[in-house]
């Protein structure tokens, strides 16, 4: 019987070592996209105590981020802001992962700087969303008027690809994808740095962020803290090794090929910004959202709650 007994408890105890160490796995959400280029390598290393699932649709990722089931997630600054808004407050970015990816493409060698574009046609994608927004934005303090054709990406990549059109705006990574297609395409703006150029509050063009529910924060700051120096790690590998990240972003479904994955790399914007400089440079780009459709941030801009930074 004293067998039994400790047999059971030794079956029970392992029960419960096996409950919570499922319980202490962090399930990770990032996009099939910029915000998760960064990320592959930490993808690569197959660490136990995280669950990363790429997603193509932010549909998806989002509906799991407020369902619960996802504890991290890689969105884009303004649909965190949404997020914020919908569960009211519960949500902090912990983390910026992806400045601009925002790029004038030209087929030409006319366009020097954004007073080059007055008059011109310029196809681009992200009709009534931050690409747009972005773009009249920096027009606007230029003093340019542009007549801006909306199209879908794959259809101005086809375009541009085949010489049929002048000048366009696109992300990374169709804007690599463009530039392997046709050698006299050349990327002749960053919309980062022209951002910077007409912004004088200290933001930056930051599109992309990693984000948790506030609940899952407070109960797992440690594990938090160690993810995103993990995450900061992986983004310095990508940055500082290209043809091997490259593999990894094509391992992850993010472009066609390697090669390509090689190349979007430097104009990936890839950055990492944690703690108080959160704010400081998100922020401000989010209220040119705002002033240009306020439902693009959710209705109202976040709370100073929104900006997450870490205290022992």
């Known amino acids: 019987m004293k067998k039994i007994v400790v047999l ?6 392992a029960g419960c ?23 592959v390598e930490l993808i690569s290393h197959e660490y136990e105590d ?24 890689a969105l884009p600054t303004n649909l965190a802001s949404n997020l914020y808004n919908k569960l009211n407050g519960d949500l902090e970015v912990i983390a910026l992962n992806c400045l601009g990816v925002l790029y004038i493409l030209e087929n030409g060698e006319s366009i020097k700087s954004v007073n080059d574009l007055k008059g011109k ?28 054709e909306f199209k879908d990406a794959s259809e101005i990549v086809t375009l541009m690809a085949s ?11 169709a804007c ?24 004088d509050d200290g933001s930056l063009l930051t599109m ?40 990894m972003i094509f391992e992850a479904g993010i472009t066609p090929n390697a090669k390509i994955g090689e190349l979007c790399i430097p ?27 306020e439902k693009s941030v959710g209705g109202k801009m976040p709370d100073d709650d929104f900006y997450y930074s870490y205290e022992k």
């Open 121 to 148: 046609t310029i196809l681009c994608n992200g009709q009534g969303a931050n690409p747009e927004f972005v773009l009249r934005y920096i027009l606007e303090k230029n003093d340019v008027e542009a007549n801006l």
């Open 17 to 39: 070592a096996s409950e919570k160490k499922e319980k202490e796995v962090l399930n990770i959400g990032v996009f099939k996209g910029p915000t998760g280029i960064g990320a």
């Open 50 to 73: 995280y669950s990363i699932e790429m997603y193509a649709e932010s549909n998806d990722m989002v509906s799991r981020v407020v369902n619960g089931d996802l504890d991290i997630a």
């Open 176 to 199: 690599t994808t463009v530039m392997m297609k046709n050698s006299d395409v050349k990327a002749v703006l960053d919309l980062s740095k022209e951002y910077e150029k007409v912004t």
């Open 163 to 173: 010489g049929q059109a002048e000048i366009c705006m696109l992300p990374v990574p």
């Open 208 to 247: 992309g962020c990693l984000v948790s529910r506030k609940g899952f924060i407070e109960n797992h700051k440690e594990e938090i803290e160690l993810f995103l120096d993990r995450y900061e790690e992986s983004v310095d590998y990508v940055r500082n090794n290209p043809p091997e990240a490259g593999e």
């Open 267 to 293: 104009y990936a914007g890839l950055t990492f910004i944690r703690n108080k400089e959160i704010k400081d440079v998100l922020e401000g780009y989010l209220e040119v959202l705002y002033t240009a459709d």
């Open 8 to 13: 059971l408890m030794v079956l029970l105890l």
